[in-house]
């Protein structure tokens, strides 16, 4: 039987050319079969070592060198695509922000309206409530004190109830759409933007944190140099 030997045989930087796929797999498997042989027990075979890791290194700028021309064909292809995609979905992505818009500023005009019923039936009761009470001193003025307590008693239930008058509003019920309260960042004056809200710095002007604090706050705080308004934003899928 021969004697093995753990001797490493370098090839030819020639035999080493790639000349097809195939070929470079072959000779990969190759030096991975002979790498599971070695074994450093001396300084001889750890330079011998060294050696061989310095040739896988060339081996893998060989087969990388290989695929950089299929590489960089694929990815300008890819490009390319992407770049038909995108120029044929902006039309359909400006329509949707317009029809968007209409839509949020119905659903922003319906709510305008709401609020002003609603605040014109609190005044219809707070008007009541004052009615009542005017008729309560008109009855205390005659005597007629129980039935003038009576009445004060009742104006005031009305006066608490002005507090909790609320007018509906349905909104259409459409599949596939929906919509949520947001806000929008109307004008910023740098000037005048603290470093820091809620703990959060914001200096120089971040929108984006900006935003995350209107957010948080469901559109109730204050801050300086920001102005800001509430928004319906609009969310549509796929019929």
Known sequence: MPEMTNEIILLPAESLSPCSEQTLQAEAAALEIRAG??????????????????????KA??????????????????????DREKEMLAPLAKAEKVIKQAMSSYLDEQEKRRKAAEASARLAVQAEAEKLLCQAVALEAQGRISEA???????????EAAGSVAVGFSMPSVKGVSSSRDWEIESID???VPDTVNGSVI???????????I??????????????????????RRL
């Open 203 to 213: 200096r120089p002007v971040d929108e984006k944190a900006v935003m995350r604090i």
């Open 61 to 82: 700028g060989e087969i990388t060198a290989f695929f950089k021309p299929m590489k960089d064909s694929a990815h300008k292809a890819h490009k390319q695509v992407c």
């Open 190 to 192: 740098p000037a005048k």
């Open 37 to 58: 042989t070695l074994v450093v027990s001396d300084d001889q075979e750890y330079q011998e070592a060294a050696e061989f890791a310095r040739m896988l290194k060339t």
């Open 215 to 236: 957010r948080a706050s469901k559109g109730t705080i204050q801050i300086p140099g920001i102005k800001y308004k509430a928004a319906t934003k609009m969310s549509i």
């Open 149 to 159: 307590d009576a009445i004060v008693d009742e104006a005031e239930i009305i006066e």
